[in-house]
């Protein structure tokens, strides 16, 4: 007899009500992660949170420039 095997995703689609919170890193790159996972490394906690759709238009706000903070910096010297 075969064994059978259900297999799940742990990158499902969460639910629409689910909260995030906006992350920085030290290259001030912008990403979302949901509320109740702790941060990966490297990643902090950029003040805002809210639906996905409310930290995306956050994101969209205030990360005007896309370059990495190394280099923006490398091109202003």
Same mark, same amino acid.
């Given at each position: 007899?075969?064994?059978?095997?259900?297999?799940? *995703?742990?990158?499902? *689609?969460?639910?629409?009500?689910?909260?995030?919170?906006?992350?920085?890193? !030290?290259?001030?790159?912008?990403?979302?992660?949901?509320?109740?996972?702790?941060?990966?490394?490297?990643?902090?906690?950029?003040?805002?949170?809210? *639906? $996905?759709?409310?930290?995306?238009? !956050?994101?969209?706000?205030?990360?005007?420039?896309?370059?990495?903070? *190394?280099?923006? $910096? !490398?091109?202003?010297?």
């Amino acid at each position: 007899m075969r064994a059978q095997y259900i297999m799940t *995703s742990t990158n499902a *689609s969460p639910a629409p009500q689910e909260r995030y919170i906006v992350v920085i890193n !030290h290259e001030e790159q912008y990403s979302i992660w949901p509320e109740y996972r702790e941060l990966p490394l490297g990643w902090f906690d950029a003040g805002k949170r809210g *639906s $996905k759709d409310e930290c995306l238009a !956050h994101i969209t706000e205030v990360w005007t420039d896309m370059r990495p903070l *190394s280099l923006r $910096k !490398h091109l202003q010297s």
